[in-house]
């Protein structure tokens, strides 16, 4: 079922100003939009907010310029609107360089940087409500804009003469407008204010904020560009909203614990802005603001988490929630603490004037979050030089870290397990404007290791060393005193305990001594994906280690086109290699090119261990109750490697006969109660904020048509926890071994660990023989239960027996040690494959996604 609105089409546009004509006054949000932004019950649409920046660039008189960064995932208009001076942004071009030259010093003189700083302008970038439902930020910035185009006073000419201000005035379009939409429609009723039923964002969710350093959606890959290519402004900003019933505003610094390996001029530039922003909030008289406190400098590499290590302030402000613009009453026995560093509701030196309680509006939103916003404007503009002079300590001194430090380089191997893949890797480190290498010829490192032509050089000595060590180096979340509770109880950290990209993507990168410049090649573009065809013959073979395989499978099978896969080697050819007869050359290489995987031509037809294969009808169960992020992100993977699929509601698993329709049934991560509908013995106050027709569940009458479905020979695929589902409704002879184990004495949370696979299974065809695996809090691993059936069992990855963590967090080894990771289980007719580790999460786990891919073929 889809829910996503494509942006209706701009009203007429209107007319600019005749020349030489005096500045009419700017059109105020109020006076376009007809209310007053924030006020109670009143939401601005995208398509509305799209036409008012463009209404200020034709007004501004060359002080607003409005860059349509191409369309959003749905369609909309993703926008970066660059606020100046008039003359700032006639030379727009010549500051961007200045910047660019700052922001990475190498061959820099410090005269030179000096005059620069003295020439450049502080560049700050602001981007609002990544999170759709935490609309303030796209409300709040029109008037941001207008504000700074309007305003006359010193300190607001100071921002414009001194400041290039890149504001994204909606880091989520679509989602803006699918929450606008649904909070207008259910106004007046009892769901006024309630949560959109389904994902935010079509394919992330509030996940969309996990994909900095991966790039899997268009609108990252915009943000990226922004941020790391184009730009590298000093200082970053993300505005966001968190629960109700706390502070009102959260501002910078985080809290402990903090990453290392960012200069320490960022640490303290966080503080710095953000007690700039806390003194300006206090200063117009707003109270409940907190910094230090509840969002630890540990997090995922979310973009204001990741940019720090781009020498980049990055910063999230996090203002406290109404029910989207319906005021909310919150008594004062109601707000609490319970937070990192807010123990108790009450004054301390991060939080000295709490906010007492009574009303919380929208515009009390719009209006901390302008403040916050000006402020991180003022802070730069009254130290330009300070700023732009510390861009540029800030990448000397990491480059000058990195090439003092250890490794002296990383090295991506050209021989790899999957080299497409590993030509993804170099593509996404390029994304994040990491300089890259290629070597020309055969190498020899200071350690004395061999490479080939065609590996990949990364060198910590750059700018951006500390992205370097932790996407291409082995990472260890820290284990102290600011990372347990006082009982010793271990502390969650703020999504994922690593974000190591090579591990994510199954890439071998090998730390290495000093590599000889001589015979390397600085890539200027991405690497394409060029696959060949060779051999005259009518069979070609194409490995089916490489994960774009199966993109060109499907690209076969859509063209009717049947093709075989190997069980016994032979001519070379290794058990999960696919084979194509007949196929159109012309066809084969458009294929070839477009995927990158190549076409081997064969001397002789192999007819023997082979078997034709049959890709499986596919549904995958799609709830609402704000819908299912898992799910979100593998309908994104299934499309991007050409998997047709039908999304299943609830209503089509009740009615039964699923087999009429589909072969295999995909339940992405979730709880059983989540699935079925079934309640708690608390009763469920989250269903009511829904209308009935969202209140989700299969209930029993699906419970039995997905059963009856496996029974007479269909394939249920569970991932993450929605195997224990599987496990007690189908009454499978497996033991989830973390289910019930308390945090003290087993607690793994987004880290990489060791795994083996069974690569003879053809569901483990085309993995390695040892590789890993991402564990995520509260993933299930597996025990077969002694019993009568145990042949009906079969282990596709088991985690090793020792020594398991690569990269994050591990506490209680031995509870996973040598347990399943991936099971398969006869059960009738059918099968069930449960998906323990995430093999598809995110559509990152690049390593792992074969485990699920051969599940959706035969």
């Given amino acids: 079922m889809t829910h996503y609105t494509k942006?209706?089409?701009?009203?007429?546009?209107?007319?600019?100003?005749?020349?030489?004509?005096?500045?009419?006054?700017?059109?105020?949000?109020?006076?376009?939009?007809?209310?007053?932004?924030?006020?109670?019950?009143?939401?601005?649409?995208?398509?509305?907010?799209?036409?008012?920046?463009?209404?200020?660039?034709?007004?501004?008189?060359?002080?607003?310029?409005?860059?349509?960064?191409?369309?959003?995932?749905?369609?909309?208009?993703?926008?970066?609107?660059?606020?100046?001076?008039?003359?700032?942004?006639?030379?727009?071009?010549?500051?961007?360089?200045?910047?660019?030259?700052?922001?990475?010093?190498?061959?820099?003189?410090?005269?030179?940087?000096?005059?620069?700083?003295?020439?450049?302008?502080?560049?700050?970038?602001?981007?609002?409500?990544?999170?759709?439902?935490?609309?303030?930020?796209?409300?709040?910035?029109?008037?941001?804009?207008?504000?700074?185009?309007?305003?006359?006073?010193?300190?607001?000419?100071?921002?414009?003469?001194?400041?290039?201000?890149?504001?994204?005035?909606?880091?989520?379009?679509?989602?803006?407008?699918?929450?606008?939409?649904?909070?207008?429609?259910?106004?007046?009723?009892?769901?006024?204010?309630?949560?959109?039923?389904?994902?935010?964002?079509?394919?992330?969710?509030?996940?969309?904020?996990?994909?900095?350093?991966?790039?899997n959606l268009v609108e990252s890959r915009y943000m990226a560009k922004i941020l790391f290519r184009d730009w590298i402004p000093q200082a970053y900003v993300d505005h966001h909203h968190m629960g109700s019933y706390g502070a009102r505003l959260y501002v910078p610094p985080y809290a402990e614990p903090i990453r290392p390996h960012a200069d320490p001029l960022v640490w303290r530039e966080m503080s710095w802005y953000g007690a700039h922003i806390a003194y300006k909030e206090e200063e117009a008289g707003h109270s409940g603001i907190i910094n230090m406190a509840q969002f630890s400098g540990w997090g995922h590499f979310g973009f204001h988490w990741i940019t720090p290590f781009h020498n980049i302030a990055g910063m999230l402000t996090e203002s406290a929630s109404a029910k989207l613009a319906t005021p909310i009453l919150i008594h004062p026995h109601q707000l609490k603490g319970g937070t990192r560093g807010l123990p108790d509701y009450e004054p301390q030196t991060t939080f000295p004037n709490p906010w007492p309680g009574g009303w919380w509006r929208l515009r009390d939103i719009v209006e901390r979050q302008k403040v916050s916003a000006w402020a991180i404007l003022d802070l730069a503009a009254r130290n330009r030089e300070t700023v732009l002079w510390n861009a540029f300590r800030k990448a000397r001194r990491q480059t000058e870290r990195g090439a003092a430090g250890s490794p002296a380089a990383y090295v991506i191997p050209a021989s790899q397990h999957d080299p497409l893949t590993a030509a993804k890797l170099v593509n996404k480190l390029l994304l994040q404007g990491i300089e890259v290498k290629q070597a020309l010829r055969a190498f020899v490192t200071a350690d004395g290791r061999t490479y080939p032509a065609g590996s990949w050089v990364v060198?910590?000595?750059?700018?951006?060393?500390?992205?370097?060590?932790?996407?291409?180096?082995?990472?260890?979340?820290?284990?102290?005193?600011?990372?347990?509770?006082?009982?010793?109880?271990?502390?969650?950290?703020?999504?994922?305990?690593?974000?190591?990209?090579?591990?994510?993507?199954?890439?071998?990168?090998?730390?290495?001594?000093?590599?000889?410049?001589?015979?390397?090649?600085?890539?200027?573009?991405?690497?394409?994906?060029?696959?060949?065809?060779?051999?005259?013959?009518?069979?070609?073979?194409?490995?089916?280690?490489?994960?774009?395989?199966?993109?060109?499978?499907?690209?076969?099978?859509?063209?009717?086109?049947?093709?075989?896969?190997?069980?016994?080697?032979?001519?070379?050819?290794?058990?999960?290699?696919?084979?194509?007869?007949?196929?159109?050359?012309?066809?084969?290489s458009s294929i070839a090119r477009d995927t990158g995987v190549s076409f081997t031509g064969l001397q002789q037809e192999v007819r023997q261990g082979v078997h034709e294969v049959k890709r499986l009808r596919l549904g995958m169960y799609q709830r609402y109750w704000g819908g299912n992020i898992d799910e979100g992100w593998t309908r994104l993977l299934l499309e991007q490697f050409h998997f047709p699929y039908t999304s299943l509601m609830d209503a089509e698993i009740r009615k039964g006969n699923l087999g009429e329709k589909y072969d295999a049934i995909i339940l992405p991560e979730d709880?059983?109660?989540?699935?079925?509908?079934?309640?708690?013995?608390?009763?469920?106050?989250?269903?009511?904020?829904?209308?009935?027709?969202?209140?989700?569940?299969?209930?029993?009458?699906?419970?039995?048509?997905?059963?009856?479905?496996?029974?007479?020979?269909?394939?249920?695929?569970?991932?993450?926890?929605?195997?224990?589902?599987?496990?007690?409704?189908?009454?499978?002879?497996?033991?989830?071994?973390?289910?019930?184990?308390?945090?003290?004495?087993?607690?793994?949370?987004?880290?990489?660990?060791?795994?083996?696979?069974?690569?003879?299974?053809?569901?483990?065809?085309?993995?390695?023989?040892?590789?890993?695996?991402?564990?995520?809090?509260?993933?299930?691993?597996?025990?077969?239960?002694?019993?009568?059936?145990?042949?009906?069992?079969?282990?596709?990855?088991?985690?090793?027996?020792?020594?398991?963590?690569?990269?994050?967090?591990?506490?209680?080894?031995?509870?996973?040690?040598?347990?399943?990771?991936?099971?398969?289980?006869?059960?009738?007719?059918?099968?069930?494959?449960?998906?323990g580790a995430r093999a598809q999460h995110r559509a990152q786990t690049h390593g792992a996604f074969k485990l699920f891919f051969n599940a959706l073929i035969r």
């Avoid at 009892?190 to 969710?205: Q, R, T, V």
């Fill in 7 to 215: 942006l209706i089409p701009a009203a007429a546009m209107l007319l600019a100003l005749p020349l030489g004509q005096a500045q009419a006054p700017l059109t105020s949000p109020e006076k376009f939009f007809g209310f007053q932004l924030g006020s109670d019950r009143k939401v601005a649409r995208w398509d509305r907010i799209v036409e008012y920046y463009k209404l200020l660039e034709r007004e501004s008189e060359g002080r607003l310029k409005v860059v349509n960064m191409g369309p959003s995932t749905m369609g909309n208009p993703f926008l970066l609107v660059i606020v100046s001076s008039a003359d700032n942004l006639a030379r727009l071009d010549r500051l961007r360089e200045v910047n660019r030259k700052l922001s990475d010093p190498r061959g820099l003189s410090e005269a030179e940087a000096g005059r620069l700083a003295a020439e450049g302008r502080a560049v700050i970038c602001q981007s609002m409500s990544l999170h759709a439902s935490e609309i303030g930020g796209v409300q709040m910035a029109p008037e941001l804009a207008h504000d700074l185009l309007s305003r006359t006073d010193e300190e607001a000419r100071r921002i414009l003469d001194n400041v290039i201000f890149l504001l994204v005035p909606s880091f989520n379009p679509d989602g803006q407008i699918m929450v606008t939409d649904w909070y207008l429609k259910n106004l007046g009723t009892e769901f006024e204010g309630g949560d959109l039923p389904w994902l935010y964002h079509k394919y992330a969710g509030h996940d969309n904020n996990r994909d900095a350093f991966q790039t």
């Fill in 459 to 588: 060198s910590p000595a750059q700018p951006k060393m500390g992205v370097i060590r932790y996407l291409l180096g082995r990472t260890r979340y820290p284990d102290n005193e600011w990372t347990r509770a006082r009982d010793g109880t271990p502390m969650r950290p703020y999504d994922m305990a690593t974000d190591t990209m090579f591990e994510f993507m199954g890439v071998r990168v090998d730390e290495a001594g000093q590599v000889p410049l001589a015979g390397l090649r600085t890539l200027s573009e991405e690497v394409p994906a060029a696959g060949t065809v060779s051999g005259s013959g009518t069979d070609h073979s194409f490995d089916g280690r490489l994960n774009d395989s199966f993109r060109a499978l499907n690209r076969l099978l859509d063209k009717g086109i049947a093709v075989r896969r190997v069980d016994r080697g032979a001519q070379g050819l290794r058990p999960g290699d696919f084979l194509v007869s007949g196929a159109p050359r012309d066809l084969l």
């Fill in 671 to 835: 709880s059983t109660r989540r699935i079925t509908g079934e309640k708690d013995k608390e009763p469920d106050r989250s269903a009511e904020a829904y209308p009935p027709e969202y209140r989700s569940g299969i209930g029993a009458e699906g419970v039995t048509a997905l059963k009856t479905f496996v029974e007479k020979g269909g394939t249920l695929i569970t991932l993450g926890g929605a195997a224990g589902f599987a496990i007690e409704k189908l009454e499978l002879s497996l033991r989830n071994v973390t289910a019930g184990v308390s945090p003290k004495e087993f607690w793994c949370p987004g880290s990489t660990l060791r795994a083996a696979f069974d690569n003879a299974n053809p569901l483990g065809y085309g993995m390695p023989p040892e590789g890993l695996l991402l564990y995520l809090a509260g993933n299930p691993a597996f025990e077969i239960l002694p019993g009568q059936h145990n042949d009906r069992y079969q282990v596709i990855a088991r985690y090793a027996g020792r020594d398991l963590l690569e990269s994050g967090w591990l506490v209680g080894e031995k509870i996973l040690a040598g347990k399943a990771a991936v099971v398969a289980a006869r059960y009738g007719q059918g099968r069930v494959i449960l998906l």
